[in-house]
């Protein structure tokens, strides 16, 4: 069974480094603030994430994307929803937690989803994933013919760090430099691909809460090491209330999941870790966060991938 049949890809990771760079060798593309998707376009569309969940019963506005690809297709690329002119994470999250037609059609036409296609894995019913970054994307725009709902990412050759300052200057996320002859590999992390971020984000295990006499919440945030082990990474403030924890589906565990209590959990509620959260804070080469922010909640990646990552 081919790669489009059998659906289940796992796209290629990418490394990450504090400061950006310049590179003859290297393209540079714009980081969306969206949900990395795998798209299978042929006389339908199907739209999966990285945990291989179809995603067009709550982004149905994307069904018809194929309808722009001249042949049968596998892309890799973001899916975005643009408010107030730039992609935002939390409008595409709330999304992802709904259920209800009615309520999805709502937002759907205020705010609607797109997706930005940036690699091409399967193309005339053959992989292409071992040949070079720059033919695929000769290929990929061949393939798409760009619409509202579908387009191809742009970039620039060898310009990192100007296009890193473009980016700041616009509130984007930040930039991804890839080698130009670099090979697509499933599911595994190289440093043929490099992002760096004006803010750094995290995907964390959320351990366990606190409630606070100023009335706050804070999460108290843990993450996986290589070897398998959860460790304690820090608080993030909720808000002023758990009205977001309740919506989501969590248990009381009773007891710390890092074994010894960190130092200022004693008085926290401790959680199964079941439930995955997103973390912004600004850059640093420390093990902590700096100013950590939540951003919400997310179901497209379980808690044994929050790995805590080491930057270049």
Same mark, same amino acid.
């Given at each position: 069974?081919?790669?489009?049949?059998?659906?289940?890809?796992?796209?290629?990771?990418?490394?990450?480094?504090?400061?950006?760079?310049?590179?003859?060798?290297?393209?540079?593309?714009?980081?969306?603030?969206?949900?990395?998707?795998?798209?299978?376009?042929?006389?339908?569309?199907?739209?999966?994430?990285?945990?291989?969940?179809?995603?067009?019963?709550?982004?149905?506005?994307?069904?018809?994307? #194929?309808?722009?690809?001249?042949?049968?297709?596998?892309?890799?690329?973001?899916?975005?929803?643009?408010?107030?002119?730039?992609?935002?994470?939390?409008?595409?999250?709330?999304?992802?937690?709904?259920?209800?037609?009615?309520?999805?059609?709502?937002?759907? +036409?205020?705010?609607?989803?797109?997706?930005?296609?940036?690699?091409?894995?399967?193309?005339?019913?053959?992989?292409?994933?071992?040949?070079?970054?720059?033919?695929?994307? +000769?290929?990929?725009?061949?393939?798409?013919?760009? @619409?509202?709902?579908? @387009?191809?990412?742009?970039?620039?050759?060898?310009?990192?760090?100007?296009?890193?300052?473009?980016?700041?200057?616009?509130?984007?996320?930040?930039?991804? %430099?890839?080698?130009? &002859?670099?090979?697509?590999?499933?599911?595994?992390?190289?440093?043929?691909?490099?992002?760096?971020?004006?803010? @750094?984000?995290?995907?964390?295990?959320?351990?366990?809460?606190?409630?606070?006499?100023?009335?706050?919440? +804070?999460?108290?945030?843990?993450?996986?090491?290589? &070897?398998?082990?959860?460790?304690?990474?820090? #608080?993030?403030?909720?808000?002023?209330?758990?009205?977001?924890?309740?919506?989501?589906?969590?248990?009381?565990? %009773?007891?710390?999941?890092?074994?010894?209590?960190?130092?200022?959990?004693?008085?926290?509620?401790?959680?199964?870790?079941?439930?995955?959260?997103?973390?912004? +804070?600004?850059?640093?080469?420390?093990?902590?966060?700096?100013?950590?922010?939540?951003?919400?909640?997310?179901?497209?990646?379980?808690?044994? &991938?929050?790995?805590?990552?080491?930057?270049?």
């Amino acid at each position: 069974m081919d790669i489009f049949d059998a659906k289940g890809i796992k796209p290629m990771l990418i490394t990450e480094q504090l400061d950006p760079y310049d590179d003859p060798d290297s393209i540079f593309e714009l980081k969306l603030d969206g949900i990395r998707c795998i798209a299978y376009c042929n006389n339908s569309t199907d739209l999966r994430n990285k945990r291989d969940m179809k995603l067009l019963p709550r982004f149905p506005e994307l069904k018809g994307i #194929h309808n722009n690809c001249k042949t049968k297709c596998i892309l890799d690329g973001e899916l975005i929803v643009i408010k107030d002119g730039v992609p935002d994470f939390y409008e595409l999250q709330k999304r992802t937690l709904m259920s209800d037609p009615f309520k999805i059609q709502l937002v759907n +036409s205020k705010y609607p989803a797109s997706f930005v296609a940036y690699d091409i894995l399967y193309y005339k019913d053959k992989e292409v994933t071992k040949l070079p970054l720059l033919e695929r994307k +000769s290929i990929l725009s061949e393939v798409v013919d760009e @619409s509202e709902r579908l @387009s191809v990412s742009r970039y620039v050759e060898k310009d990192g760090v100007l296009l890193f300052d473009l980016a700041k200057k616009q509130q984007l996320e930040g930039i991804v %430099g890839k080698k130009k &002859e670099s090979l697509y590999w499933f599911d595994k992390r190289t440093k043929d691909w490099i992002k760096c971020k004006l803010m @750094s984000t995290d995907d964390c295990v959320v351990c366990g809460y606190i409630e606070k006499d100023n009335n706050m919440t +804070s999460l108290v945030l843990g993450q996986y090491t290589n &070897e398998g082990a959860l460790v304690y990474r820090g #608080h993030v403030t909720l808000g002023v209330s758990l009205r977001i924890l309740n919506q989501q589906k969590y248990t009381v565990s %009773g007891y710390c999941p890092f074994g010894d209590i960190p130092k200022g959990n004693e008085e926290a509620i401790w959680l199964e870790p079941n439930l995955v959260c997103v973390v912004e +804070s600004m850059p640093n080469d420390k093990d902590s966060f700096r100013q950590p922010v939540f951003k919400g909640f997310r179901n497209d990646k379980t808690p044994r &991938e929050c790995i805590r990552i080491e930057k270049l």
